[in-house]
């Protein structure tokens, strides 16, 4: 008996992948606010250790919830990424444009993945099912354009889109990896 792979349509993948585009956003939201919990946490405990006297454990939990703050941060920029991904890809599905714009797509993922935080469960698990499910549409396109179809929005404006979600990942976030 032979196996064969059954194809799928790949705007039901895209849509698949904007689901998961979606729910990364959704995850990455409840890490920042936790880890903006935590700060305030700790600048109040500080703050506490300050008054009774505690000056060195109080300096301490101020450098912590410094380094949680440039955390906080870049997790807002992988958001912010993750938002033009997801409008990047509403929009692909929109101008049944999907080439170019998921070969981009596909290159922002893979910088993605290069981060630490692409490690936190949460969002690694919604980066690896928007990659599958773009790669799965990648493999399924039918190369002939929609028949009957004019769109409102011009490819370049989707480009742009993407464009600025490439140089936010590697200016903002591989750049600030390599330089000390």
Do not use: C, W
Not at 108 to 120: A, C, F, G, Q
């Amino acid at each position: 008996m032979i196996f064969r792979r059954r194809r799928t349509d790949p705007t039901k993948a895209l849509l698949r992948a904007l689901v998961a585009a979606r729910t990364a956003i959704a995850k990455l939201d409840a890490i920042e606010s936790r880890i903006e919990s935590r700060r305030e946490h700790l600048l109040q405990m500080a703050l506490k250790l300050d008054n009774m006297g505690n000056a060195f454990l109080a300096k301490k939990y101020i450098e912590e919830a410094e380094r949680l703050k440039h955390i906080g941060g870049r997790i807002s920029y992988i958001k912010l990424v993750m938002e033009k991904l997801g409008l990047s890809l509403e929009l692909s599905l929109e101008l049944k444009n999907f080439n170019k714009s998921l070969l981009g797509i596909i290159e922002v993922i893979d910088i993605l993945k290069k981060l630490p935080e692409s490690t936190i469960p949460e969002f690694g698990i919604t980066i690896h099912e928007l990659e599958v499910n773009i790669r799965e549409a990648l493999s399924n396109i039918n190369m002939g354009p929609a028949i009957g179809y004019s769109p409102t929005i011009s490819s370049v404006d989707a480009e742009k889109i993407l464009e600025e979600a490439r140089a936010i990942a590697k200016q903002k976030l591989l750049g600030e990896l390599k330089s000390p």
